[in-house]
């Protein structure tokens, strides 16, 4: 099914739910509801006004309830949450599994927190304070501790029954992770593995012992990464020891893919990065994320225009310069971006080390050489033919512009590099600010190369 027929599904969808609510229909609203997709159900109660969102969450069946909360946004968990009964509050806790209850219960005040966890089972709230221990992006912080654990002197039949008994409150039973006594992993076995071999065969003679994991304490850009290069759909966390403390799945990797995705978007424009929607964000959030880089880019960019206020001299003597002027800019700017966005999406992915700096360079270099040739020389030609200015004009810009793709490539290859070093996000050395840098090279670079070659 492609975006124009799943859009069209959740207007339907809408359209059917909103008129049996409106008609107070609330049988035939809960039957069609069960019908329905949890994710469906999620995306329609998303567009609608908070009130409606409740009385249609309430409405629902309490077997899928769980699994629609779940697929909410964070704003709408937050006013259903709140708007619920403690009992009923807890009880959607207590159905969520841990890691999903833990991301809700993390941004929600102190307060009510407290009170959800009160009246929460006992198991629950043991796994949800055991993950709000671990640091932010943090592994740790985004597993589930619901998986399938077998012992090593186990039967396959035994292990058969055991997932049989806990595989619907685990997050996933396709990969079992098989534990000694003292609770590290040391192995683990594909449930359609199990069910081809014998019933009375050892699980520890038959599991595969060559486990990939990742620890507690790593981060969760780092996880994400080792799920692309594996090809995983689920992958445990063990702690220093190599106890086994939790697993993430492959659907926590996909939020993650997108959240970093945004922010690095939102950085690389100079944007404060946002946790909420389009849509959900108010007006005045998107000005406070917006308006601090455009103060400070504002505030840079007074440096350009002292240095065309310091070579007016030059201008007067040729006019004809200042029309060149926004070409160079936009093309130094333009030049300086590609470089950059190619430097971070290589850092984000692990394909570049800072070790590997001079190598980046010296590529960069490379190809800005060639940019930088072939814009100055269709440049020249377009500006005696078509503009028809004198040589040593033409002669100005088009060195001018060489030398300005030189310069921004490298400033686009470096500062990205020179970020990850000291530990800041290479995005927040993106287009704005690298376009601000290279816009005051290249007006200074423009009037020195004119002032000798013209004899100003």
């Known amino acids: 099914m492609d975006t124009m027929e799943n859009e069209e599904l959740e207007q339907e969808n809408k359209k ?3 008129q049996l609510l409106a008609s107070k229909e609330y049988t035939k609203l809960r039957q069609t509801a069960a019908d329905m997709q949890a994710a469906d159900i999620a995306a329609v109660m998303d567009d609608l006004e908070d009130e409606d969102s409740l009385k249609i969450f309430r409405i629902l069946p309490k077997s899928m309830a769980a699994d629609v909360f779940a697929n909410l946004e964070l704003d709408d968990q937050q006013y259903i949450i709140t708007s619920l009964s403690d009992k009923e509050a807890s009880n959607i806790i207590d159905n969520l599994m841990a890691d999903d209850a833990t991301d809700l219960l993390e941004e929600m005040p102190a307060n009510v927190v407290k009170k959800i966890l009160a009246n929460a089972q006992p198991e629950t709230r043991a796994d949800i304070n055991h993950l709000l221990r671990y ?6 912080s985004i597993m589930t ?24 409150d685990s997050e996933t039973c396709n990969i079992c992770y098989v534990l000694d006594p003292q609770r590290i992993l040391v192995g683990t076995v594909a449930l359609r593995y199990l069910l081809i071999k014998k019933p009375t065969e050892i699980i520890g003679e038959i599991m595969n012992e060559n486990v990939i994991m990742i620890g507690t304490m790593t981060d969760q850009e780092e996880a994400a990464r080792m799920f692309q290069k594996y090809d995983f759909t689920a992958m445990p966390v063990v702690d220093n020891e190599g106890r086994l403390v939790g697993i993430i799945t492959i659907d926590d990797v996909v939020d993650i893919l997108e959240e970093e995705a945004t922010e690095d978007i939102e950085k690389m424009a100079a944007i404060v990065p946002g946790d909420k929607s389009y849509f959900k964000t108010s007006v005045f959030e998107t000005y406070k994320s917006r308006i601090p880089w455009l103060l ?3 505030v840079s ?22 029309a060149y002027i926004p070409m160079l800019m936009d093309t130094g700017g333009n030049a300086g971006s590609q470089a950059s966005v190619s430097i971070i999406r290589g850092l984000s992915l692990g394909e570049i080390e800072f070790s590997e700096t001079l190598n980046a360079w010296w590529k960069e270099i490379r190809v800005a050489v060639m940019c930088g040739l072939t814009l100055a020389s269709l440049n020249f030609i377009k500006l005696l033919t078509i503009d ?18 030189m310069v921004a490539k490298t400033i686009g290859c470096l500062l990205p590099l020179a970020a990850a070093r000291i530990h800041l996000d290479p995005a927040v050395m993106a287009s704005p600010l690298i376009t601000t840098i290279v816009d005051a090279i290249s007006l200074l670079a423009y009037f020195q190369i ?3 070659v013209l004899h100003i």
């Open 135 to 140: 640091p932010e992006d943090s592994a740790g």
């Open 388 to 405: 028809r200015v004198p040589v040593a004009i033409a002669a100005v810009v088009c060195v001018t512009m060489a030398l300005v793709v």
């Open 301 to 322: 960019a007074t440096f350009t225009g002292a240095i065309i206020t310091s070579y007016e001299q030059a201008l007067q003597a040729y006019v004809v310069l200042t």
């Open 296 to 298: 400070i880019l504002m």
């Open 450 to 452: 004119a002032t000798h």
């Open 145 to 168: 501790v619901e998986y399938v654990d077998l012992k090593e002197d186990m039967t396959v039949a035994d292990a058969i029954e055991r997932i049989r008994k806990i595989g619907l």
């Open 16 to 18: 059917v739910l909103m």
